[in-house]
């Protein structure tokens, strides 16, 4: 089967969280002024979803609590994830009952492409009527709601979805090969398309190309002049053009490992470095369970209320895993960086990733000295892996400065 003669849909859930939230609560998303996001934080606190009843009524999915109109008596949920990513693999449990897991490629936890080409005659449907079938079964059996897209290939059916599909009764919108002038070629801004960014659309916009249709009667040359590699993608996408195959599964090589925290209050040089150390305890502790060395640490601090921060890095004399040298080089950079100002905002990483395959001794320490500490390095994360990591932290998480315990807790920085 050719490329142009496939049926690829990608269908999303609504209102993620907040939908799972209403269902859960009895509620009718489409009435109920539900807001997904944990109001004990503050007023900064950015709102995580927000029902289709608030999205009709022009608010955004994403804002923060204090930008939220007067006009409702909102119901704030705090966010669930262990419970929107169990929802999210009962969804594709339904869609394996479809397709096969190959033809499955899972996008995000809302969203998933599905290349229905060759069950088609199987089911005896169209790619519309398979579609609606899809959908429907996701309502029956998890009560959400969902709207999909249909193309020849993944652009155009991601197209189809953040276009069209609102506008349909069934949620269902399709794009071909021969829909690109008609359709495809009239959005505007250039923004709304998939894969392009405000900084993209500013730069293309200088060179008087406001929609897809100039877009895709610009030259190519022309295009990959000035955006590289990228300048290519953009006229195949103009022009309808997506030769990604959804069988050919990419696994990216991780180069790096990073993480970061908004804090929740200031703080300040003194009390921060309780943050950093905690951080780099939890970021070695991956680094060791991926079986890697960093050679490169990266430390990040943003201070309160926009006033600006620091990104810095340290090249390190040896690849090492172990935690005692990592935090001294991050404290070195700290150092020699940080300004008095309130901070609100850390973020650190390694890079310059090597395979951990023996320790490298230090011939001017004692040898056996340091193959217990990084033994005891072992242990620790051995205990963590087996009962958690709360099980066993530092006497710093029982102070008031300390996020440690808080973010165990935590599935991508928002409670479980």
């Not at 990228?230 to 309808?240: F, I, K, P, S, V």
């Not at 390190?316 to 895993?321: G, M, P, S």
């Not at 850390?346 to 395979?355: D, E, K, P, Q």
């Not at 709360?390 to 029982?398: E, I, K, M, P, T």
């Amino acid at each position: 089967m050719t490329l142009e003669q496939r049926n690829i849909i990608v269908i999303d859930l609504k209102a993620f969280y907040s939908f799972v939230e209403c269902v859960d609560r009895g509620l009718d998303p489409w009435s109920t002024p539900l807001v997904v996001a944990d109001k004990e934080r503050g007023k900064n606190t950015i709102v995580l979803s927000v029902s289709p009843f608030l999205k009709s009524q022009g608010i955004p999915s994403r804002l923060r609590v204090k930008e939220l109109p007067d006009k409702f008596d909102y119901i704030y949920a705090k966010p669930r994830m262990e419970r929107y990513i169990e929802m999210s693999t009962k969804v594709i449990d339904i869609f394996l009952d479809f397709v096969s897991k190959d033809d499955i490629h899972v996008y995000s936890i809302d969203e998933a492409f599905l290349d229905i080409s060759s069950y088609l005659n199987y089911y005896q449907k169209s790619a519309i009527e398979l579609t609606e079938m899809i959908l429907r079964t996701i309502n029956e059996k998890t009560g959400l709601g969902a709207t999909a897209g249909i193309g020849d290939n993944f652009f155009l059916a991601k197209v189809a979805l953040d276009i069209f599909a609102k506008k349909e009764k069934n949620g269902v919108a399709i794009i071909r090969q021969k829909d690109v002038k008609t359709k495809l070629w009239k959005v505007a801004p250039l923004s709304k398309i998939w894969g392009i960014g405000a900084r993209t659309e500013e730069k293309l916009n200088k060179f008087g190309i406001f929609s897809v249709k100039d877009l895709a009667l610009s030259s190519l040359q022309f295009l990959m002049n000035n955006f590289g590699v990228m300048g290519e993608q953009l006229y195949n996408h103009a022009n309808g053009i997506d030769e990604s195959d959804i069988h050919e599964k990419y696994i990216p090589e991780s180069t790096s490992l990073t993480i970061g925290q908004v804090l929740f209050k200031d703080f300040n040089k003194s009390n921060i470095t309780t943050i950093i150390r905690e951080m780099c305890d939890d970021l070695s502790e991956r680094l060791r369970k991926e079986n890697k060395k960093a050679a490169r640490v990266s430390l990040y601090i943003g201070y309160s209320k926009e006033q600006g921060g620091f990104s810095r890095q340290a090249t390190l004399l040896n690849a090492t895993d172990e935690t005692p040298k990592l935090y001294e080089a991050l404290l070195e950079i700290f150092s020699n960086h940080i300004q008095d100002r309130p901070i609100r905002n850390v973020g650190m990483s390694f890079s310059s990733l090597t395979n951990s395959e023996h320790q490298q001794l230090n011939i001017f320490e004692d040898q056996h000295k340091q193959i217990k500490s990084r033994e005891l390095l072992f242990a620790i994360d051995a205990i963590h892996q087996k009962y958690g990591k709360n099980v066993l932290l530092r006497a710093s998480a029982l102070t008031e400065d300390s996020t440690a315990k808080e973010r165990h807790e935590q599935i991508g920085g928002h409670h479980r």
